[in-house]
């Protein structure tokens, strides 16, 4: 059977290939997000994604060359745009938010006194006096025209294309709230009594809407207001991320230490890092020994040791020792740089719900318009008045403005990407999230994710009498230049003891068998070391003792490799090794069974190790001795069966089985071919970043569905309501502009999703 797709997939290639990303200005809200995309997506070849709650436009497939082809069709549209260098800041966002502040200002400020005014007058004849109405009028002329300026400019140039969108409705309660008051300035509404709160008005204020219009223009503008700021904030997240590598690097020169422009680094070339500075670019450790800050890009409070040969990534910060550095990798081509663009992109890209909501945003719209004209014409001919219809019908207008549906699911999305990039956790995309949500089954690789992919010594028997310590220094002495992972354990073990090992002569590598050489003592003697299986002994005319034989045995069916030792023609001793198992193994798959998630560790390792490993980690299920081809398999039939896969692994070998899962989760550590495949890649060392990631997805799951459900719900209730009287434009404004805030406020909450969270 085919897996079955619970999502569109998007290949991860596509977004690090060809495309166009566009700071989008005078977009209001979700609608006019979604007529771009339309007019963008009718270019040949382009394939145009635009997210309101961003600000931005990504077109795949597009070269960067035509990028002005893109900036024609969004401005042919009324809008206005301009292409963006990977890992910037929007410039609209400031400019954005200090322009709704200054109108909010000036609309709070005209507003407070223009109602407590009309209120008076309209209640009190005696303290009227001559043109008080045209007074009033003026007082509002700046609020409504000049503060709801945004509205009205919106409104315009959608009607220019012959389409609607939220501000449609926002500019029409406002004008006419203000008309309304003009025409009945001028022209008395007769039989018509005003209702202010405080009782009947007397006769004379019976048409005056003046302070809906500028009370209502208050409300909404503090609701943008508000969500431009948290907008703002949401995206300031990964911002920080992409600032992390530092603008000047010290570089080694033969003059000595010279401080230079970061892009003036070249790959090869030698950088100091003094402790307390960043790492400038990654590269490997030349000199020097020192512990290593990620916490800012992973999330990860524990320091790890670094020394000669090791690596380091721009971005983390270096704590005591000084370090000299060769760089490898440099600017754009860094792993931090490129987890930024992936990011950056993830919050770009829309989710499958977020489309069926513009869908629903491009409909709404002019079915409320339809709904405020029956109501202003039912409750003509149902003998409400004039004032009582107007009212109705402008309150179906205010109060149904979707502003919240649109920024139901984007917000909560910008969120959720920029809280996991602080924590290690690189969601790629919306469709990430969405799988998340309905994942009962995580297939786990067992080498470089489950285990180190580092052997350990695990036994070291001497036979006879030989001594211990003595049979260690020697074999040592053999592997101690080896670059063989065995090798490497027994290395480690002997220095972990204080040996020193002597000189060894006439070093051999037998490939498939083992090593053999001539271990020097102090006055010259030669011991003749041949380290490897039981067949190469037997080849070389050792007789293996049975309780070897055993030994072997035993250690296979245990997982782990043994390795014998002979010293001058004899089998002296043997030595067994295994993989690594992390330490934060056992802890993140028990925290994922507590999920009601179940594990499988799929390998091709023999059954004996891979069981080893399952025990000990505390997995459900075993797969082994699968070839790399054949873990895709292992997750098609598991899919079959009707299970929803996320699979987590790091090597080429994993990538077919990472592409093929409901869900991708890659280790930062595996290869290109493995970060490609994935949906989210897990940039922390400790692998309790995989049950953090599933959780912060589903969490930000929760809380899209959360805000849809309110939206939804709200505009359904609050449109009979308006309809039928019940709610005056006020009181409308109001609610809308609240609910907005609601579903901003809301998102805003995954901020403080901590690792670990149950």
Same mark, same amino acid.
């Given at each position: 059977?085919?897996?079955?797709?619970?999502?569109?997939?998007?290949?991860?290639?596509?977004?690090?290939?060809?495309?166009?990303?566009?700071?989008?200005?005078?977009?209001?809200?979700?609608?006019?997000?979604?007529?771009?995309?339309?007019?963008?997506?009718?270019?040949?070849?382009?394939?145009?994604?635009?997210?309101?709650?961003?600000?931005?436009?990504?077109?795949?497939?597009? %070269?960067?060359?035509?990028?002005?082809?893109?900036?024609?069709?969004?401005?042919?549209?009324?809008?206005?745009?301009?292409?963006? $260098? *990977?890992?910037?800041? %929007?410039?609209?966002?400031?400019?954005?938010?200090?322009?709704?502040?200054?109108?909010?200002?000036?609309?709070?400020?005209? &507003?407070?006194?223009?109602?407590?005014?009309?209120?008076?007058?309209?209640?009190?004849?005696?303290?009227?006096?001559?043109?008080?109405?045209?007074?009033?009028?003026?007082?509002?002329?700046?609020?409504?025209?000049?503060?709801?300026?945004?509205?009205?400019?919106?409104?315009?140039? #959608?009607?220019?294309?012959?389409?609607?969108?939220?501000?449609?409705?926002?500019?029409?309660?406002?004008?006419?709230?203000?008309?309304?008051?003009?025409?009945?300035?001028?022209?008395r509404v007769p039989g018509e009594?005003?209702?202010?709160?405080?009782?009947?008005?007397p006769e004379g204020a019976d048409?005056?809407?003046?302070?809906?219009? /500028?009370?209502?223009?208050?409300?909404?503008? $503090?609701?943008?207001?508000? *969500?431009?700021?948290?907008?703002?904030?949401?995206?300031?997240?990964?911002?920080?991320?992409?600032?992390?590598?530092?603008?000047?690097?010290?570089?080694?020169?033969?003059?000595? *230490?010279?401080?230079?422009?970061?892009?003036?680094?070249?790959?090869?070339?030698?950088?100091?890092?003094?402790?307390?500075?960043?790492?400038?670019?990654?590269?490997?450790?030349?000199?020097?020994?020192?512990?290593?800050?990620?916490?800012?890009?992973?999330?990860?409070?524990?320091?790890?040791?670094?020394?000669?040969?090791?690596?380091?990534?721009?971005?983390?910060? #270096?704590? #005591?020792?000084?370090?000299?550095?060769?760089?490898?990798?440099?600017?754009?081509?860094?792993?931090?740089?490129?987890?930024?663009?992936?990011?950056?992109? &993830?919050?770009?890209?829309?989710?499958?719900?977020?489309?069926?909501?513009?869908?629903?945003?491009?409909?709404?719209?002019?079915?409320?318009?339809?709904?405020?004209?029956?109501?202003?014409?039912?409750?003509?001919?149902?003998?409400?008045?004039?004032?009582?219809?107007?009212?109705?019908?402008?309150?179906?207008?205010?109060?149904?403005?979707?502003?919240?549906?649109?920024?139901?699911?984007?917000?909560?999305?910008?969120?959720?990407?920029?809280?996991?990039?602080?924590?290690?956790?690189?969601?790629?995309?919306?469709?990430?999230?969405?799988?998340?949500?309905?994942?009962?089954?995580?297939?786990?690789?067992?080498?470089?994710?489950?285990?180190?992919?580092?052997?350990?010594?695990?036994?070291?028997?001497?036979?006879?009498?030989?001594?211990?310590?003595?049979?260690?220094?020697?074999?040592?002495?053999?592997?101690?230049?080896?670059?063989?992972?065995?090798?490497?354990?027994?290395?480690?073990?002997?220095?972990?003891?204080?040996?020193? %090992?002597?000189?060894?002569?006439?070093?051999?590598?037998?490939?498939?068998?083992?090593?053999?050489?001539?271990?020097?003592?102090?006055?010259?003697?030669?011991?003749?070391?041949?380290?490897?299986?039981?067949?190469?002994?037997?080849?070389?005319?050792?007789?293996? %003792?049975?309780?070897?034989?055993?030994?072997?045995?035993?250690?296979?069916?245990?997982?782990?490799?043994?390795?014998?030792?002979?010293?001058?023609?004899?089998?002296?001793?043997?030595f067994s090794v295994a993989d690594?198992?992390? $330490?934060?193994?056992?802890?993140?798959?028990?925290?994922?069974?507590?999920?009601?998630?179940?594990?499988?560790?799929?390998?091709?390792?023999?059954?004996? /190790?891979?069981?080893?490993?399952?025990?000990?980690?505390?997995?459900?299920?075993?797969?082994? *001795?699968?070839?790399?081809?054949?873990?895709?398999?292992?997750?098609?039939?598991?899919?079959?069966?009707?299970?929803?896969?996320?699979?987590?692994?790091?090597?080429?070998?994993?990538?077919?089985?990472?592409?093929?899962?409901?869900?991708?989760?890659?280790?930062?550590?595996?290869?290109?071919?493995?970060?490609?495949? /994935?949906?989210?890649?897990?940039?922390?060392?400790?692998?309790?970043?995989?049950?953090?990631?599933?959780?912060?997805?589903?969490?930000?799951?929760?809380?899209?569905?959360?805000?849809?459900?309110?939206?939804?719900?709200?505009?359904?209730?609050?449109?009979?309501? $308006?309809?039928?009287?019940?709610? #005056?434009?006020?009181?409308?404004?109001?609610?809308?502009?609240?609910?907005?805030?609601?579903?901003?406020?809301?998102?805003?909450?995954?901020?403080?999703?901590?690792?670990?969270?149950?």
């Open positions: 059977m085919m897996a079955v797709e619970l999502t569109p997939r998007v290949n991860a290639e596509d977004l690090l290939g060809d495309r166009v990303e566009l700071d989008v200005s005078g977009m209001t809200c979700a609608a006019c997000a979604g007529r771009i995309e339309r007019k963008l997506n009718k270019l040949d070849g382009a394939s145009a994604t635009v997210n309101y709650a961003t600000e931005r436009a990504m077109v795949l497939g597009w %070269p960067p060359e035509r990028a002005s082809d893109l900036v024609d069709a969004i401005r042919a549209a009324g809008y206005d745009a301009k292409p963006v $260098a *990977e890992g910037a800041e %929007p410039d609209g966002y400031s400019d954005r938010v200090k322009m709704l502040r200054s109108r909010l200002i000036v609309a709070a400020v005209l &507003a407070i006194p223009l109602g407590d005014a009309a209120i008076v007058l309209a209640l009190s004849p005696q303290l009227r006096f001559p043109g008080w109405e045209w007074a009033l009028i003026a007082g509002a002329v700046p609020v409504v025209f000049w503060c709801a300026w945004p509205f009205h400019r919106a409104a315009w140039r #959608n009607l220019r294309h012959g389409a609607t969108s939220m501000d449609t409705l926002v500019s029409l309660g406002v004008l006419a709230a203000f008309f309304w008051s003009v025409v009945g300035t001028l022209f009594s005003y209702w202010f709160g405080y009782g009947m008005a048409s005056l809407y003046l302070e809906a219009a /500028a009370a209502i223009t208050t409300f909404l503008l $503090a609701g943008r207001y508000v *969500e431009a700021r948290s907008k703002r904030s949401a995206r300031g997240v990964l911002a920080a991320i992409g600032k992390l590598a530092p603008t000047t690097v010290r570089v080694l020169r033969d003059s000595g *230490e010279e401080i230079v422009p970061i892009g003036e680094l070249g790959v090869g070339e030698r950088f100091v890092v003094r402790p307390g500075e960043r790492v400038a670019t990654d590269g490997q450790v030349v000199s020097g020994t020192s512990s290593i800050d990620t916490s800012a890009m992973t999330g990860e409070a524990e320091p790890f040791d670094v020394t000669t040969g090791s690596r380091v990534l721009a971005g983390t910060t #270096n704590l #005591n020792g000084a370090l000299v550095v060769e760089a490898q990798r440099i600017g754009a081509h860094t792993q931090l740089a490129e987890l930024a663009v992936l990011a950056e992109q &993830a919050q770009a890209r829309k989710a499958s719900v977020q489309a069926l909501v513009d869908k629903v945003v491009a409909v709404f719209v002019p079915v409320v318009l339809v709904i405020s004209a029956v109501t202003l014409v039912v409750w003509l001919l149902a003998g409400g008045g004039p004032r009582t219809a107007f009212s109705a019908a402008m309150s179906v207008l205010i109060i149904a403005c979707p502003c919240a549906l649109g920024l139901a699911t984007p917000t909560a999305l910008m969120v959720g990407v920029g809280r996991g990039g602080q924590l290690g956790i690189l969601i790629k995309g919306p469709d990430a999230l969405e799988s998340s949500g309905v994942i009962d089954t995580v297939v786990l690789d067992k080498t470089g994710t489950l285990t180190t992919g580092a052997m350990r010594l695990v036994e070291f028997t001497p036979l006879g009498k030989t001594d211990g310590l003595a049979l260690l220094t020697l074999t040592s002495a053999v592997e101690n230049d080896s670059e063989h992972p065995i090798a490497r354990a027994l290395v480690s073990e002997a220095k972990a003891r204080g040996l020193v %090992p002597p000189r060894a002569e006439r070093v051999q590598a037998l490939p498939g068998s083992g090593v053999e050489g001539v271990v020097m003592d102090a006055d010259g003697v030669g011991t003749p070391v041949l380290i490897g299986n039981a067949d190469l002994m037997r080849d070389r005319g050792l007789a293996v %003792p049975e309780e070897v034989t055993a030994a072997v045995d035993a250690a296979a069916l245990a997982g782990r490799t043994a390795i014998l030792i002979g010293i001058d023609g004899t089998v002296s001793g043997y690594t198992i992390k $330490a934060s193994a056992p802890a993140a798959v028990a925290r994922l069974r507590k999920l009601g998630l179940r594990t499988i560790l799929v390998t091709g390792d023999r059954r004996s /190790a891979a069981e080893d490993v399952a025990r000990f980690v505390g997995v459900d299920e075993v797969v082994a *001795e699968v070839l790399p081809s054949e873990k895709a398999d292992v997750i098609v039939k598991l899919q079959a069966e009707g299970r929803r896969v996320a699979m987590v692994g790091d090597g080429i070998n994993d990538a077919g089985a990472l592409a093929t899962a409901n869900l991708g989760m890659a280790m930062v550590t595996g290869t290109d071919v493995a970060l490609k495949s /994935a949906d989210i890649i897990l940039v922390r060392r400790s692998l309790d970043v995989i049950p953090d990631a599933i959780q912060l997805s589903r969490r930000t799951l929760r809380t899209i569905r959360g805000n849809l459900v309110w939206a939804f719900g709200y505009n359904v209730a609050a449109i009979p309501l $308006a309809a039928t009287g019940h709610l #005056n434009p006020l009181i409308a404004g109001f609610a809308m502009s609240l609910s907005s805030i609601f579903v901003v406020t809301n998102s805003m909450r995954l901020r403080r999703f901590k690792a670990g969270a149950n």
